[in-house]
T-cell receptor, first 111, second 113 residues
């Protein structure tokens, strides 16, 4: 099936640093989503992007839907300890409920 | 509280012993889906259901069965589990036809020895 390439696979940063991760695909998507998974829990939606070029913020998080519709990035500014977790990108085609997920980026923060 | 509930949270079993993981949602969602999560592979879809009595294969359906007799429930059945089905499983649900996020359960960690 389709797959998204998400990078980096893991990040080790200091508290207060900014974080950037991205996803690329060989296929175009009409919707890009970013989820976060805390230990022992299911993924929770952070940001949804519905239009090519769209830039959306949610607090310290900012995500963009690439112009080509084949990529997206997520930035986290001024990281804090509760940002630790696994971040997943997901692509979706209009009219299709199926999400295609990236492999995840595991974020670790040193206090 | 709106939620997707999976049971059990943890399960250790032996090869060949049939098991069922239950999933229930209280949000009246039409769409439900099962995913498995493995290190380095992200979440891969096993089966999905667009509504009652409407199920279809995802990307990795081999060795699994599902049923959707009621809107709220979507059990995952492993008729003869094997060690390669050791994984973390997530059930998810959402509304169809609208921009509605996928709501995930808290996961079931299955170990098959």
């Amino acid at each position: 099936g389709q797959q998204l390439n998400q990078s980096p696979q893991s990040m080790f940063i200091q508290e207060g640093e900014d974080v950037s991760m991205n996803c690329t695909s060989s296929s175009i998507f009409n919707t890009w989503l970013w989820y976060k998974q805390d230990p022992g829990e299911g993924p929770v939606l952070l940001i949804a992007l519905y239009k090519a070029g769209e830039l959306t913020s949610n607090g310290r998080l900012t995500a963009q839907f690439g112009i080509t519709r084949k990529d997206s990035f997520l930035n986290i500014s001024a990281s804090i300890p509760s940002d630790v977790g696994i971040y997943f990108c997901a692509g979706q085609l209009t009219g299709a409920q199926k999400l295609v997920f990236g492999q995840g980026t595991r974020l670790t923060i040193n206090p | 509280e709106a939620q997707v509930t999976q049971n059990p949270r943890y399960l250790i079993t032996v090869t060949g012993k049939k098991l069922t993981v239950t999933c229930s949602q209280n949000m009246n969602h039409e769409y439900m889906s099962w995913y498995r999560q493995d290190p380095g592979l992200g979440l891969r879809q096993i089966y999905y259901s667009m509504n009652v009595e409407a199920t279809d294969k995802g990307d990795v359906p081999e060795g699994y069965k599902v049923s959707r007799k009621e809107k709220r429930n979507f059990p995952l059945i492993l008729e003869s589990p094997s060690p390669n089905q050791t994984s973390l499983y997530f059930c998810a649900s959402t509304f169809t036809g609208v921009r509605s996020p996928l709501h995930f359960g808290n996961g079931t960690r299955l170990t098959v020895t």
